[in-house]
């Protein structure tokens, strides 16, 4: 694949960009945007919440290792969406393929409550997946290219961080879904799955409002439309304040042409930048298999080993969804103060060491269901953060011209590895009814959390209050 006609074009863009101040403009960045990891949590959660139900259900009548099975069919749906989705988010831009996921993830999340056997639902929850990977890589790419620099970090955890909002959300709505006093077996799991697709179509309303990546406009042969979007943010961040001459910012020269050759695509992955490649694929890889692992089976081990019953699980998911939003958005602003890779490096090591602990302690029997959700929310009050940086990772030390595709790349590889076979994983290990199987797997994850962190904090890049562009150097640049 050749690339077209390129022209050099001298932009101030990312410097203009990075220069505004915070304001109403960002937060409806975060809102619009933010709302794919909401999703995301809910529907994680609502598939862990509805476990029981859906054993339960006179039609679908699944076994715990369908429940797992199911669960890996909706990571491996993110795997093929990211991939594919990513691709294109690079090539056709950011906005257009934020809107064509979100109504992927809405229309594929509605038909699952119309599943009729394990196929249909694993068909279903593959497109719903398929739907939230592509999610991923538009939305991630376009946050980093509208959030000025000094708010990078905090911004990209606290949206990271609100999946379990949609966790929380989930728990809540399978309380009353799933209570059999209210719906029958086979109605309340079914009617769970519509919440999805209320807020998504809210959702395809709220981001009409939001306008292309200047910053993909601009090497994409499109800097008059450029110029005229960066005017109107500006116009809306700064609201008639002086901030200085534009012309005093820092520029830089591009080639822009209208699409990255595939050749220097994979060459920056991984050739130039392997080092970096390495580093995001091992975090990724990690968090995945520690978050996949544990909390798609979370609900089984609960009714499993604790006698809980399915419609109560909601109520021990709200807890759990607070510690993992509170660690975000307490620990946040320290990754653009103290900066990422001792953050980064913290949180996995830490995470992974307080599971070691907890699963020892649920090998030997020694906490009840409630203690379990208390250690729970203590050890993801920083795995969550280590989670979201992991993200914040891949997305921000890569070129602006690959980053859709390189955020889907090592999503799709770090899931692939780390979490599609994980559910499945762990739906065998607690259907065995051995706690010393489910710690080993609990152990296995904890050891890939503190490797990642020496990864991390041996070749890491800083890259705390820098422009993206110094970060990792376009390959459009023009020296």
Not at 252 to 281: C, W
Not at 305 to 329: E, K, R
Request: charged content about 15%; glycine content about 10%; some cysteine.
């Amino acid at each position: 694949m050749e690339a077209g006609p390129a022209t050099a074009v001298l932009t101030r863009i990312p410097a203009r960009l990075d220069r505004l101040p915070w304001s109403l403009f960002h937060w409806h960045v975060v809102a619009a945007l933010g709302i794919t990891w909401i999703l995301d949590g809910l529907e994680v959660t609502l598939a862990g919440s509805v476990a029981g139900a859906l054993k339960d259900s006179p039609t679908l009548r699944f076994t715990d290792t369908d429940v797992g099975f199911a669960s890996s069919f909706y990571l491996l749906g993110a795997v093929l969406g990211a991939l594919y989705f990513g691709w294109l988010t690079d090539r056709l831009g950011r906005k257009k393929l934020f809107f064509i996921t979100l109504a992927i993830y809405l229309l594929a999340t509605a038909a699952t409550a119309f599943s009729w056997n394990l196929w249909s639902f694993c068909a279903f929850r593959f497109l719903t997946g398929a739907g939230i990977g592509g999610e991923y890589a538009a939305i991630n790419s376009t946050i980093q290219e509208l959030i000025p620099a000094r708010y990078r970090g905090r911004t990209d955890l606290a949206i990271n961080g609100s999946f379990w909002v949609g966790a929380a959300l989930g728990a809540t709505g399978s309380i009353v879904l799933i209570d059999p006093a209210r719906f029958g077996p086979d109605t309340g799991w079914r009617l769970a799955f519509f919440i999805g697709a209320v807020l998504g179509l809210v959702t395809l309303i709220m981001r009409a409002w939001l306008p292309e990546s200047p910053r993909w406009l601009v090497i994409h042969n499109r800097q008059h439309e450029a110029e005229r979007v960066i005017e109107e943010i500006e116009g809306r961040c700064l609201a008639g304040a002086d901030v200085g001459r534009v012309d005093d910012l820092d520029a830089m020269r591009l080639r822009s042409r209208p699409h990255t050759p595939l050749r220097e695509v994979f060459d920056s992955l991984f050739h130039q930048h392997r080092t970096r490649a390495m580093v995001g694929l091992t975090l990724m890889a990690a968090q995945a298999f520690f978050y996949n692992a544990i909390f798609f089976t979370y609900a089984l081990v609960l009714t499993k080993f604790y006698g809980v019953p399915s419609a109560d699980v909601g109520w021990y998911i709200l807890p759990f969804a607070l510690g993992n939003v509170l660690g975000p958005l307490v620990l946040g602003p320290l990754f653009d103060t103290w900066g990422r890779r001792p953050m980064i490096g913290l949180t996995y090591a830490i995470s992974g060491l307080l599971l070691l602990v907890c699963g020892w302690m649920f090998w030997r029997d020694m906490l009840t269901a409630a203690q379990m959700t208390f250690a729970w929310s203590v050890i993801f009050f920083f795995a969550s953060a280590a989670a979201s940086s992991a993200y914040l990772t891949v997305s921000e030390t890569f070129p602006v011209e690959i980053r859709a595709l390189a955020i889907a790349v090592f999503y799709a590889i770090g899931t692939g590895l780390g979490g599609v076979g994980a559910p499945w994983l762990f739906g065998w290990l607690v259907a065995s009814g051995e706690r010393a199987n489910v710690f080993a797997g609990y152990a296995f994850g904890a050891v890939l959390m503190i490797v990642a962190a020496l990864v991390m904090w041996r070749w890491g890049v800083a890259a705390e209050r820098r422009s993206l562009e110094s970060v990792a150097r376009p390959l459009s640049l023009v020296d």
